[in-house]
């Protein structure tokens, strides 16, 4: 079944893997979903992530991690929807909870942690916001 938006199915398939509390989630492959993944593993929010080869499609295999029981991703958010982009230059990149989250752009140099984008006086489309 064709999905009309693959990023806000990916954090719905973490969301609810996290929910669940399953050890691993697994999610169709495309480049900027194993991007984000490398990201989230990056900014340890999951403990690792590999991409399992099949015949029909590549999936990438996200192990999750947690502290004490407790899930590291509290909370996911899709800022940019297909119906209504989301858009920051390089002098109003968001902040996620004073700094403790991290929200990812789409930038002309890919994507980027809002961090990166302000080291790189970038903007771009504001993807989401994790926490």
């Not at 697994?26 to 991409?51: G, Q, R, T």
């Not at 909370?75 to 990149?93: M, V």
Request: charged share 25%.
């Amino acid at each position: 079944m064709p999905v009309t938006d693959p990023i806000a199915d990916f954090l719905t398939r973490i969301r609810n893997a996290i929910h669940a509390k399953k050890k691993f989630v697994d999610i169709p492959s495309s480049h900027m979903k194993l991007k984000m993944a490398e990201i989230l593993k990056d900014n340890s929010f999951v403990k690792d992530f590999n991409v399992i080869e099949d015949s029909k499609q590549n999936v990438i295999r996200i192990h999750l991690k947690y502290v004490n029981g407790e899930p590291s991703i509290s909370g996911l958010k899709k800022i940019s929807t297909p119906g209504l982009r989301s858009y920051a230059d390089k002098n109003n990149i968001p902040r996620v909870l004073n700094g403790l989250g991290l929200a990812i752009l789409s930038t002309s140099k890919g994507l980027l942690t809002d961090k990166q984008a302000k080291q790189e006086s970038v903007g771009g489309e504001i993807i989401c916001h994790i926490w």
